[in-house]
């Protein structure tokens, strides 16, 4: 509501936050609160104009959140309806909230958000969650409380979900720089395929990410990943590699060529369940340079992100996430360490004979990030062509991949350490790589 100032200017004080229902315009509604009054002459301002203007839809854990852009003062009326736009949702309860935000500063529309709360398993349990796509379809029917004429807004909507119980998240980005599941940081600047992730007890259960070199005037030893590949039991086997950016291939994200094999055959990302319990899900709209690898029955994710840099080139960044009740009464190893909430175990030794020993983790940011890391990486998790997941294309060679026993080239290290008293150099030097 908007109490009345000097109609002949373009001003009107903004009042008490009132709503008139069903008003008469041109009429003087006086309340102990003030005299306002409602204009059909747009010389002066009116409550808002009778705007329902649908904007976005969002998922966030539990729940949905639908935006219009509104007049000020008017209030919307929603409701959520199967994708007929008749049905109502049975086996679902939502709790609708609402919040607004000013789209402009003259307070002619306003933003409104309507969040539609429930659990996850509810949601995933629901009649409008698709199964095959991980993704629900629905209607939201909503109208303008008062307008006249009334204006309604009818559409049907898919959205992306995910469907998330509690968990750890580790994976590897940049050069590459590895985060384990309990937020142990250092470099594996190393070249060849690496365990990422394997189970002592079920080792049919194995991760494995292929790290490519590409030294470069600025930093003589580093590498990217190139290549993930996940096995699990009898599920199939799923590879997203990219071949550099020079290379051709059948998909493309963010410029970049993508090799996609499921079981060793080479396949396109056009499909989306591709067997039993495993989902492929295609870059979104959010998250246009993103795959998905999800094993439905575990919830088990593996996000790949594809990205593109003048100096390395294609690259991908691949994180992990872990529900909590992912292969229990297993110890779980790899690059990603140990995920029970306990760093120092994230280092450990190769597996042998279904056991492995704690290697303790280094303590200086050195030791993490330069030659102490690389021989740990090469030393425990390197595999040989008999053990890598990889399926190679045919103008690849596994020994043109595989630089594990390749010396580690110290330049930068050597430069830090004769500057560790100055941290501002030390600094600059860590960011160069």
């Not at 306002?36 to 949905?64: A, K, M, N, Q």
């Amino acid at each position: 509501g908007y109490t009345e100032g000097n109609k002949n200017g373009n001003y009107l004080a903004m009042g008490t936050d009132v709503v008139f229902y069903g008003v008469d315009r041109g009429i003087d509604y006086t309340t102990e609160k003030g005299s306002v009054r409602v204009y059909d002459d747009f010389s002066v301002r009116p409550l808002g104009p009778e705007d329902l203007v649908y904007s976005s839809t969002s998922w966030y854990p539990g729940g949905i959140t639908i935006q219009f852009e509104v007049g000020h003062g008017r209030v919307v009326s929603g409701e959520l309806f199967q994708a007929n736009c008749i049905d109502a949702i049975p086996d679902i309860s939502f709790s609708k909230s609402e919040g607004s935000g000013m789209k402009n500063l003259t307070h002619d529309n306003f933003y409104l958000y309507y969040s539609y709360d429930a659990s996850n398993s509810s949601i995933g349990d629901s009649v409008i969650f698709n199964e095959g796509t991980w993704e629900i379809d629905f209607c939201h029917a909503a109208f303008l409380v008062g307008s006249s004429p009334v204006v309604e807004s009818e559409m049907t909507l898919k959205l992306d979900v995910e469907l998330k119980p509690p968990g750890l998240v580790g994976g590897s980005f940049g050069d590459p720089h590895i985060v384990t599941f309990d937020q142990l940081k250092f470099d594996c600047q190393a070249s060849g395929v690496f365990t990422t992730l394997t189970s002592l007890q079920d080792p049919s259960f194995e991760i494995q990410e292929r790290f490519t070199s590409v030294s470069s005037s600025s930093c003589s030893q580093a590498s990217v990943s190139t290549g993930v590949v996940i096995k699990d039991g009898n599920k199939p086997i799923v590879q997203i590699s990219t071949p550099g950016y020079d290379e051709t291939s059948v998909d493309v994200i963010n410029g970049c060529p993508i090799d996609f094999f499921v079981d060793g055959v080479v396949s396109t990302l056009g499909a989306t369940e591709i067997g039993s319990n495993v989902l492929v899900k295609l870059p979104q709209n959010d998250w246009p340079s993103q795959v998905k690898i999800i094993h439905t029955d575990t919830f088990m994710t593996v996000d790949v992100n594809v990205d593109y840099s003048s100096t390395f080139g294609c690259f991908l960044m691949v994180q992990v996430y872990l529900p909590e009740s992912f292969h229990v009464d297993e110890t779980l190893v790899g690059l990603l360490g140990t995920p029970n909430g306990d760093m120092t175990d994230d280092w450990m030794s190769k597996p042998s004979n279904g056991a492995s020993n704690i290697i303790p983790p280094p303590t200086s940011d050195l030791e993490r990030l330069f030659s102490t890391s690389y021989n740990y990486c090469t030393t425990n998790w390197c595999q040989d062509s008999s053990n890598s997941l990889f399926t190679l294309r045919s103008d690849e060679i596994f020994d043109d991949i595989n630089k594990c026993a390749a010396p580690y080239v110290d330049t930068v290290e050597a430069a830090v350490s004769s500057l560790v008293s100055d941290p501002i150099i030390n600094q600059e030097l860590y960011d160069i790589c």
